[in-house]
Nanobody
């Protein structure tokens, strides 16, 4: 059974960097889509970045060029390097998994079957 656990969140001033990691327990590196979503209170959870088993990567426009999603198969981990942080990046960040790389959607949560508990990122201006 897959278990996902985020780490690396915290508080940071605008312009700083954070690296989020998601430990993947019980994960098999077959066909997959892995993603980072984020959510602020009162708003829907929305995608930030996705990566699939073909190493196809997608970002939302507001993080393009600042965030980098990657996988570390040796450590069974999904990572998100966040540079040049903005106050608008403040949110709870979740890692998530979809069993089909055809379902690697940035703006749809229904295709993702497993979620971590989230890690809070707070950026002050």
């Amino acid at each position: 059974q897959l278990q996902m656990a985020e780490s690396g969140g915290g508080s940071m001033q605008a312009g700083g960097s954070l690296r989020l990691s998601c430990a993947l327990s019980g994960f098999t590196w077959g066909r997959y889509c892995l993603a980072w979503f984020r959510q602020v209170p009162g708003k829907e959870r929305d995608g930030v970045a996705t990566i699939d088993d073909n190493n196809k990567i997608r970002y939302i426009g507001s993080v393009e060029g600042r965030f980098t999603i990657s996988v570390d198969k040796a450590k069974n981990a999904l990572n998100l390097q966040m540079n040049n942080l903005r106050s608008s990046d403040s949110a709870m960040y979740y890692c998530t998994y979809s069993p089909d790389n055809d379902w690697c959607y940035l703006h749809e949560t229904k295709y993702y079957t497993d979620w971590g508990q989230g890690t809070q990122v707070t950026v002050s201006s």
